[in-house]
């Protein structure tokens, strides 16, 4: 494990809204069986695999083909392990040892193409993800250190399955209840999975047109009897927020996307939307600097000291969402996570503190020695994601940065381009955004911060 993922990074757990538009109905009548939900997409789902992608791009359409073991309880705000529920598990237990968590999986559960659900899928796709399975058309493994402790997943009969610990590790069943953890048919390739995937969930994936629209259908045989209520779901790709915002506004769609509409933003949708219905959340998601150290003159840790002092997080906290989002460390900030750091070990970080010309002077003193002046600065390229989420703060960090005599010129990138882009470490800076899928260390420190893991982007 390295102390230090991101030497420049900057923390801020943001706050977003949620709208919904309102329909005349009553608590009796919102039940009512039939119609479509009509959502927007504001990116281009990198592919229909769950357990290959590492974005929301595809949990978002997608999810909804798809049932884990367990999920968190909807209807709770804050996920913790007292919040998991039963999902295709009817009931979880250890043994004595902690080290072997055996289910019993629902009966009569079958897969979208008709073929039944036994415990040999879930032992399947398991063994896939550790890599004891057959893995050859397995492109990605994004999560694959989640379940570095885990040895083999054993079954007894069809509806029995045993997840069989190296040494315990608590806090398996939350990183089995992450909507990244979907359980996948044995009988159906990767191939497939990857552009029409068979899931056991309330709706049947129809068709994805990249870049276009995502359908999906009301799955008749779904084991939860009477759901799912809704038809149908569809998505359609809109680049251009402003338009989404405009489509959302006059009635075109029913819910607004998860972090699209902006604290800054409140007011104009509402005078758009009157009748909407607008609930702010936190987004579990997290704005960081990425720096490549490998590449010079990153390589140096002064440079990386320096970008880290240089930083206004109380800045970006102002004009992004207007002084509500968190400041924080690599874990979700209390109250909205369980493992944040209190405030006065926050502000003792390097940057964090509240004394910005401080800061600033140290940053400054130290580029000046290594040559860096006005008339001499780094030229950098800081590439981010083509989402606003991410453009917005890479303004920002552009503009503060050149206070210490660093020059950076963005470098938007589409979703497919970033991820590869990361997943090769082909990059020197980055801004991005982290969403922390599950709010524990296993599943956030080692995922970002193991030097195994596939997903820590800068080691």
């Known amino acids: 494990m390295r102390a230090n993922r991101l030497p420049g990074r900057l923390e801020a757990t943001s706050i977003a809204l949620l709208c919904i538009a309102l329909l005349a109905a009553t608590p009796a009548t919102a039940q009512k069986r039939g119609g479509t939900l009509r959502l927007y997409h ?6 229909t695999s769950l357990l290959e992608e590492a974005t929301i791009a595809s949990v978002t359409p997608f999810a909804a083909v798809f049932n884990n073991l367990v999920v968190f309880d909807p209807s709770k705000p804050h996920e913790s392990l007292e919040t998991v529920i039963p999902d295709l598990a009817e009931s979880w237990s250890w043994d004595s040892t902690n080290t072997k968590l055996t289910f019993k999986l629902r009966q009569g559960v079958k897969w979208h193409d008709g073929k039944p659900f036994t415990a040999r899928d879930v032992q399947c796709t398991w063994r896939m993800l550790i890599g004891k399975g057959d893995v050859a058309d397995f492109h990605r493994n994004p999560r694959r250190v989640w379940y570095s402790k885990l040895q083999d997943v054993t079954v007894n009969g069809d509806y029995e399955a ?7 590790q608590p806090s398996l069943p939350v990183l089995l209840a992450s909507a990244f953890s979907a359980v996948y048919p044995c009988h159906v390739p990767q191939a497939t999975m990857r552009t029409r995937p068979v899931g056991t969930g309330p709706f049947k994936f129809v068709e994805f047109k990249r870049g276009d629209s995502i359908r999906l259908l009301r799955n008749p045989d779904y084991w939860k009897k009477d759901r799912p209520y809704l038809d149908e779901i569809t998505f359609r790709m809109i680049d251009s927020r402003a338009t989404r915002m405009l489509a959302f506004a006059t009635g075109d769609f029913d819910i607004t996307f998860p972090s699209d509409v902006s604290v800054p933003l409140l007011k104009d949708m509402k005078a758009r939307a009157p009748k909407a219905i607008c609930e702010m959340i936190t987004t579990g998601t997290q704005i960081n600097l990425m720096v490549n150290r490998v590449n010079p003159p990153f390589d140096n840790p002064d440079i990386r000291k320096a970008m880290s002092l240089a930083i206004d997080r109380k800045a970006f906290n102002t004009i992004l969402m207007e002084g509500l989002g968190l400041m924080g460390g690599a874990m979700l900030p209390k109250p909205v996570g369980e493992w ?8 003792s970080l390097t940057g964090y503190g509240p004394d910005r010309e401080k800061n600033i002077a140290e940053a400054q003193a130290i580029m000046q020695k290594l040559g860096y002046n006005d008339a001499n600065p780094l030229q950098i390229k800081i590439q981010t994601r083509n989402l606003p989420a991410y453009r917005e703060p890479a303004v920002i960090l552009t503009d503060q940065l050149k206070k210490i005599y660093i020059v950076g010129e963005l470098d938007i990138l589409d979703t497919p381009r970033w991820y590869a882009k990361l ?25 970002n911060y193991s030097c195994r893991s596939e997903r820590n982007y800068t080691q």
């Not at 045993?162 to 315990?168: A, D, I, Q, Y």
């Not at 090769?424 to 956030?444: A, E, M, Q, R």
């Open 162 to 168: 045993t997840f069989e610990l190296s040494e315990p």
């Open 423 to 447: 997943a090769k470490k082909d990059y020197t800076i980055g801004l991005n955004v982290t969403g922390v899928s599950v709010d524990d260390p296993d599943g956030n420190i080692v995922e």
């Open 42 to 47: 504001n990116d281009n789902p990198p592919s």
């Open 340 to 347: 944040g750091m209190p405030p006065e070990m926050v502000t």
